[in-house]
Structure formats: structure tokens, C-alpha cells
């Protein structure tokens, strides 16, 4: 695991934002596994900032979302759907046919998760994923008490993680029971995995998945076993680590030092 740690969620952001440029720039035909939630608005508002500025492209990579709510249809305003149409997908105007979603109104969600997984392999596996992690630990919508080996399927979602969500919605619109999620098997397969996390309500659970034992109770520990993961922090959400003297002296300010 690669921990690096930025002052502050500007910084970490960019840091983030800057990993997924480079990799659309080394291969503009990259899959990329993306997120949704809170901390992923201000990287896509950053994402989209470069690709205006003529950075990047976008129009030749492919997408695939971690997770979508079970029975909201893609056009339901709190839809994942909605989340990246509005702030990624429709901005730079992106091929509907090249960035996926689960769909949370399939007839038979687990049967739209079996065929979801499949089409991530048949694309071609995930070449960045960028992850959230919530207060619990999850990662997708992979609550505790998720199988380390678990394909991308249908999850009942915690209190806390409903509760951590109902400020997108209204307040008499209840939050979905359940979701369709990418499993932990399909998120290790990715090729690098980022994750982000900035604030305060992060640090335990970055502390645990970071130097906790690796197991069910904090599913983003399973992020231990990736060959290829960066923890893109901010000072709030790195202040539980343990070794984070450490981690600031192999990437101070969350910089790469040559070697020699
Ligand atoms: C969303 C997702 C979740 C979020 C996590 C953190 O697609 O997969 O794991 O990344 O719940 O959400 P925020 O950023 O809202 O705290």
C-alpha cells in the first residue's frame, strides 16, 4: 500500500485527480472503475476542469461504477446514474455505450450482477478503480461482514450507511434497502486501485483498513492483498494511523522521491 498524505482535501483531491489523468494519458483506452458519494464530487468537478483545459480526453476510455441502488431507474435524481451523468458523463458529453452502470430497476438484480461482473471482464478488467470508504469501512456498498472473495452482487446496506446518505435525499424519500455492488473479488482485480479519503469521520476506519488486521469486519482492508493500492489521504483523515511518520517520511507532502 502507497499512503500518501496532503495537507489538506484540495490537495488530496488534486493528487487524486492527477493519478487518473496520468493514466488516461499513458492509455486514453483505459477502463476505469469509478465512485460516487461526496468525496468523489469535488474530483470529478477537478476531472472535468482538466479535461476543459485540454489535459486530457475522455471520450475513448471506458467506465464501469462500483454500485447503484436497487429499484431506482437510471433517469431517479438520486440514482448513481444521475450522479454521474450530471457531473461527469454529460459535461464532456461521453458515449452512453462506454460508461456503465448497474442497473438498480433489473427485473432480477442479482441476474444484472452476474452480467455486470462478466461485462467488466469482458471489457477487459479495470485498469484504475478509485474508491470512497465509508465511517464502516466499506468500500462499494461492501459492508462488513462482506466475503473478502465476493463478485459484484446484491448487498443489504447498513443503518449507518443509510443514515450516512440520507442527506441525498429528501426528507421524505427513504434511502434504498439495497444495492447492487461491486464485490471485493472484482475490486482486487483492478489493476491499480486508488482510494481517497479526507475529513475527520475517516481516520478510524483509514486506521483500520490501513494497519487493522486484514478481515470481514473492515471490508477496505481487503485493500491490504491489492498489489497496486494508493491511499490518497488528508491530514484529518490520516490522523489515526499509527505509522504515519512513516508513511511522511517515504512520500513527504505525499510526494514520490527518486531513489539515489
Ligand atoms: C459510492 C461508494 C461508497 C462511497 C463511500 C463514501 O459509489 O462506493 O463506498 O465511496 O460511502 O462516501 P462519501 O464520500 O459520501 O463519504
Not at 459492508?143 to 447498513?158: D, F
Not at 464485490?183 to 482485480?189: E, F, H, M, S, V
Not at 505509522?243 to 522521491?257: C, D, I, K, N, S
Amino acid at each position: 500500500m502507497k499512503i500518501l498524505i496532503l495537507p489538506d482535501p484540495a490537495a488530496a483531491t488534486a493528487t487524486c485527480v492527477a493519478l487518473i489523468v496520468e493514466s488516461l494519458i499513458e492509455n486514453p483506452k483505459a477502463v476505469l472503475g469509478l465512485a460516487t458519494g461526496g468525496t468523489m464530487e469535488p474530483v470529478y468537478a477537478g476531472l472535468l476542469k482538466r479535461a476543459r483545459a485540454g489535459d486530457v480526453l475522455l471520450d475513448r476510455m471506458t467506465s464501469f461504477n462500483l454500485d447503484e441502488y436497487v429499484g431506482l431507474p437510471p433517469e431517479h435524481p438520486q440514482s448513481y446514474h444521475s450522479f454521474m451523468r450530471e457531473r461527469l458523463f454529460a459535461p464532456l458529453g461521453l458515449d452512453p455505450a462506454r460508461t456503465h452502470l448497474p442497473r438498480g430497476d433489473a427485473e432480477d438484480p442479482a441476474a444484472e450482477a452476474a452480467r455486470y461482473d462478466a461485462a467488466i471482464t469482458q471489457a477487459g478488467g479495470i485498469d484504475l478503480q478509485l474508491l470512497g470508504i465509508g465511517g464502516n469501512g466499506h468500500i462499494g456498498f461492501n459492508e462488513p461482514s462482506s466475503s473478502l472473495a465476493s463478485p459484484t452482487r446484491v448487498k443489504t446496506l447498513t443503518c449507518a450507511t443509510r443514515e450516512a446518505n440520507a442527506r441525498f435525499f429528501g426528507p421524505d424519500e427513504a434511502v434504498p434497502r439495497f444495492a447492487i455492488t461491486m464485490g471485493i473479488a472484482t475490486i482486487l482485480r483492478s489493476r491499480h486501485a486508488v482510494l481517497l479519503a479526507t475529513g475527520a469521520a475517516k481516520a478510524a476506519a483509514v486506521a483500520t483498513m490501513a494497519e487493522g488486521p486484514l478481515s470481514a469486519r473492515c471490508p477496505a482492508s481487503a485493500l491490504q492483498l491489492h498489489p497496486k493500492a494508493t491511499i490518497v489521504l488528508d491530514a484529518e483523515a490520516a490522523a489515526d494511523l499509527e505509522l504515519r511518520q512513516y508513511y511522511e517520511t517515504v512520500h513527504p507532502q505525499g510526494q514520490e522521491v527518486t531513489l539515489g
